[in-house]
C-alpha cells in the first residue's frame, strides 16, 4: 500500500481535490475498518463506526497541523471515535447480548488446504479473537495497534502519545495477558 | 536474573532488540528454568497465532456510505446556519424542537429504502402522454420530492455500480470532475421534478448534457445528479423546458440564480 502518498494527497484534497479525499479513504479503509472491528466486533457496526470517523478526517482535516503526519492524527482520531463507541455500546449492553461464536465478528487465520483443516483454523480464529476481545481496553488497544495493525513503536509512540520505552513495557504486559489467556489451547 | 524479570524482556527477545548483557542473562535463565522456558515457548506461539490472523476487506459500501452521512451532516448544518441567520434568539423548547426535527429527518434519509437499479425511467402511462400531446401547457408548481432524491448524493458512489447504464457508463469515463468546491457535495442547488416524459426523451436529454460536457451520475433509476457551470443555466432552463417538470427552488428558475457559484448540481427526478 503506498502510505507515502498519504501526505501528497492529504494536500491536494485541503486545495478542494474531493478524489484526493476518496483516494485516502480508500487507501486506509481496510485498516480503520479492521480496527473498528476490533473494538465493536460486529460489521455493520465497525462500518459505521469507520464511516464516522472519515467523515470526521473530512470536516477536521484543517486542523492537521503536518500533513506527514497524517496516519498518527488518523488513528488518533480513530482511536477516540472507537473508545467513545466501544464505552456506549457496552453501557448499551451491545456485547452483552454478542455471542463471540458469530462468524462474522472479524478476523480469520489464513485459509487452509481442507474444510477440516479450514473449519480447525477458523475456530482457533475464534478462540484467539475471543481472547483478545477479553483483554482490557488498554491492552487491547496496544494489541491491535502493533500486532494486527503492524504499525512500528515510533508510530504507536506518536498515537498514544507515551514514549517507546512505555509502548513497548505495555505491549508486552498485554501479550502476556493474552497468552495467560490462551494458556489452555496452547 | 529473576523469574518476573526474565518475562519482562520477551518482546525485546521477540524482537531481537536485547542488549547483549541481557541477552546473555535471559538466555541462561530461560536454559536453567524450565518454569521460564515454558512460559517463552507460550508466549511464541501467542504471537504467532494472533500473527496469523488475516484482517477482513472493507464492505463495498464504505465510501458511498461517507458520502451520505457528509450529504446529511451537511444538511444539519445548513438548517442551523438557517436558525443563526434568521438572527432571533429561539427559546429552548423551539430549539429542541428544530433538532428533533433534524434527527428525525437524518433518520428517515437513513432508513429510505434504496430503489433497485435499473436501466432508465420506465416510460409514463398512456393517459399522461396524450395529455401532453393534447397540448396540455407545462406549468411549473412546487411538488414535493422524496427525500431519498433530495439528498441521495455520492460523489463518485456510482463508479462503483456495475450495473450503470451505458450512457452514465461514459459520462464518468470520459469527464472529469468539472471543479471540487465542497459545497456541491452536500445537496443539490435545484430539483427537477420531470413527470411525463418517455424513455427516448430521456436518452435525448441526456445526449444534449453531454454535448454540453456537463456531468451526469445517475444515483437511481430515475434520479440523476448533473453537473453544469453557472454560466449554463439559461441552457439547462430551455433543455429542460421542453418536458414537463416542477422546479425548486423558484429563483432557480431565475438567469442569475447562483451567481457565487461556479458549478451548480441539479437533481433530476423522473416520476
Known amino acids: ?186 | 536474573m529473576q523469574c518476573t524479570e526474565s518475562q519482562t524482556l520477551f518482546t525485546d527477545f521477540a524482537d531481537n532488540t536485547l542488549g547483549r548483557e541481557e541477552l546473555h542473562a535471559l538466555t541462561d535463565h530461560l536454559l536453567g528454568c524450565p518454569a521460564c522456558a515454558l512460559e517463552w515457548r507460550e508466549f511464541q506461539q501467542t504471537l504467532s497465532l494472533v500473527h496469523s490472523l488475516e484482517s477482513q476487506p472493507p464492505p463495498a459500501d464504505l465510501l458511498p456510505g461517507i458520502h451520505l452521512k457528509l450529504a446529511q451532516r451537511g444538511m444539519f448544518d445548513r438548517v442551523w446556519a438557517l436558525v443563526e441567520a434568521l438572527n432571533f434568539s429561539l427559546s429552548i423548547p423551539a430549539a429542541a424542537a428544530i433538532f428533533t426535527i433534524a434527527m428525525l429527518a437524518g433518520f428517515l434519509l437513513k432508513t429510505a429504502p434504496q430503489e433497485p437499479p435499473g436501466v432508465l425511467p420506465s416510460a409514463p402511462p398512456p393517459s399522461q402522454i396524450s395529455a401532453l400531446r393534447l397540448g396540455e401547457v407545462p406549468t411549473p408548481k412546487r411538488q414535493p420530492i422524496a427525500p431519498s432524491a433530495m439528498f441521495a448524493v455520492s460523489h463518485n458512489g456510482g463508479r462503483q455500480n456495475e450495473n450503470l447504464e451505458p450512457l452514465a457508463q461514459t459520462v464518468l469515463a470520459t469527464h472529469p470532475t468539472m471543479d471540487n468546491e465542497a459545497h456541491r457535495l452536500l445537496s443539490p442547488d435545484m430539483h427537477v421534478l420531470i413527470a411525463d416524459t418517455d424513455h427516448d426523451s430521456q436518452i435525448a436529454l441526456f445526449q444534449e448534457m453531454l454535448h454540453r460536457n456537463w456531468q451526469i451520475h445517475r444515483m437511481t433509476s430515475n434520479l440523476y445528479l448533473v453537473h453544469l457551470p453557472q454560466t449554463g443555466l439559461e441552457d439547462f432552463h430551455e433543455l429542460i423546458g421542453q418536458h414537463h417538470f416542477a422546479l425548486m427552488p423558484a429563483a432557480a428558475a431565475q438567469a442569475r440564480f447562483g451567481s457565487s457559484k461556479k458549478v451548480l448540481t441539479a437533481a433530476i427526478y423522473f416520476q
Open chain 1, 1 to 186: 500500500m503506498p502510505y507515502h502518498e498519504a501526505p501528497e494527497l492529504v494536500r491536494a484534497f485541503r486545495q478542494g481535490d474531493h478524489q484526493a479525499f476518496n483516494r485516502l479513504v480508500t487507501l486506509y479503509q481496510r485498516k480503520i475498518y479492521n480496527l473498528a472491528l476490533g473494538y465493536v466486533k460486529q460489521e455493520d457496526e465497525a462500518k459505521d463506526l469507520a464511516q464516522d470517523i472519515f467523515v470526521t478526517v473530512y470536516r477536521q482535516i484543517d486542523k492537521l497541523k503536518d500533513e506527514s503526519k497524517f496516519g498518527a492524527w488518523l488513528y488518533q482520531l480513530a482511536l477516540n471515535h472507537c473508545r467513545n463507541r466501544y464505552q456506549r455500546l457496552r453501557r448499551r449492553g451491545f456485547f452483552s447480548n454478542q455471542s463471540l461464536d458469530d462468524p462474522e465478528t472479524g478476523l480469520n487465520l489464513s485459509s487452509g488446504a481442507t474444510p477440516e483443516k479450514d473449519y480447525e483454523r477458523q475456530n482457533t480464529a475464534r478462540l484467539v479473537r475471543e481472547a483478545i476481545a477479553s483483554l482490557t481496553p488498554a491492552e487491547k488497544e496496544v494489541i491491535l495497534l502493533r500486532d494486527l495493525q503492524e504499525l512500528s513503536y515510533e508510530e504507536i509512540s506518536d498515537i498514544l502519545d507515551l514514549p517507546m520505552g512505555t509502548v513497548k513495557s505495555k505491549l508486552n504486559r498485554a501479550r502476556l495477558a493474552l497468552k495467560n489467556r490462551l494458556k489452555h489451547f496452547l
